[in-house]
T-cell receptor
Framework: AQKITQTQPGMFVQEKEAVTLDCTYD???????LFWYKQPSSGEMIFLIY??????QNATEGRYSLNFQKARKSANLVISASQLGDSAMYFC??????????????FGKGTRLSVIA | DGGITQSPKYLFRKEGQNVTLSCEQN?????MYWYRQDPGQGLRLIYY???????QKGDIAEGYSVSREKKESFPLTVTSAQKNPTAFYLC???????????FGDGTRLSIL
């Protein structure tokens, strides 16, 4: 079963507008962490934001915020005031506690965001 | 500056040849990871190591081998048994399993 689902292969957003990138996850463990990474065309992976399953508040980092809805098992990334430099692939990832057979970090297939001037 | 260095940036492999991708970090991280990324896909874990002299297979370990003799280094060998090695390979490290992973710039491997 797919543990991380990103349903939007591609998204377009006008410069200076906000955009939401969707991520749903599947786990039966009460303790887990959710990460978002940005991958520009050059290939490097840039860590953006983290949300722990026990965190009471939604995570925020500058223009990035995470809309965490635990009951729905969703962790959507919100980028405010989009900039041309935000054009990239965005990956949602989840970690579960290290037990036998657990993959340390599981990635979704990504969403390609294009910011239009 | 602390970081992760992967080399080479581009690598070409002949049929039947083993090649080794280098990954070095000076972040003093205990955990290191190797991922494979195919076009339009997410990252899939090949191998990971949580401590020196110990490593575990990830989801797609067949055709690959690793070693972890030093904390700073986690080389990946793509063996001739890996029949479809063309991909983008990313190395990462973290303080431990709970912290965000930091990535190198990647190595693009192609078949000649």
């Amino acid at each position: 079963a797919q543990k991380i689902t990103q349903t939007q292969p591609g998204m377009f957003v006008q410069e200076k507008e906000a955009v939401t990138l969707d991520c749903t996850y599947d786990t039966s463990d009460p303790s887990y962490g959710l990460f978002w990474y940005k991958q520009p065309s050059s290939g490097e992976m840039i860590f953006l934001i983290y949300q722990g399953s026990y965190d009471q508040q939604n995570a925020t980092e500058g223009r990035y915020s995470l809309n965490f809805q635990k009951a729905r098992k969703s962790a959507n990334l919100v980028i405010s005031a989009s900039q041309l430099g935000d054009s990239a692939m965005y990956f949602c990832a989840m970690r579960e506690p290290p037990r036998s057979g657990n993959t340390p970090l599981v990635f979704g297939k990504g969403t390609r965001l294009s910011v239009i001037a | 500056d602390g970081g992760i260095t992967q080399s080479p940036k581009y690598l070409f492999r002949k049929e039947g040849q083993n090649v080794t991708l280098s990954c070095e970090q000076n972040l003093n991280h205990d955990a290191m990871y190797w991922y494979r990324q195919d076009p339009g896909q997410g990252l899939r874990l090949i191998y990971y190591s949580q401590i020196v002299n110990d490593f575990q297979k990830g989801d797609i370990a067949e055709g690959y081998s690793v070693s972890r003799e030093k904390k700073e280094s986690f080389p990946l060998t793509v063996t001739s048994a890996q029949k479809n090695p063309t991909a983008f390979y990313l190395c990462a490290s973290s303080i431990d399993w709970v912290e965000p992973q930091h990535f190198g710039d990647g190595t693009r491997l192609s078949i000649l």
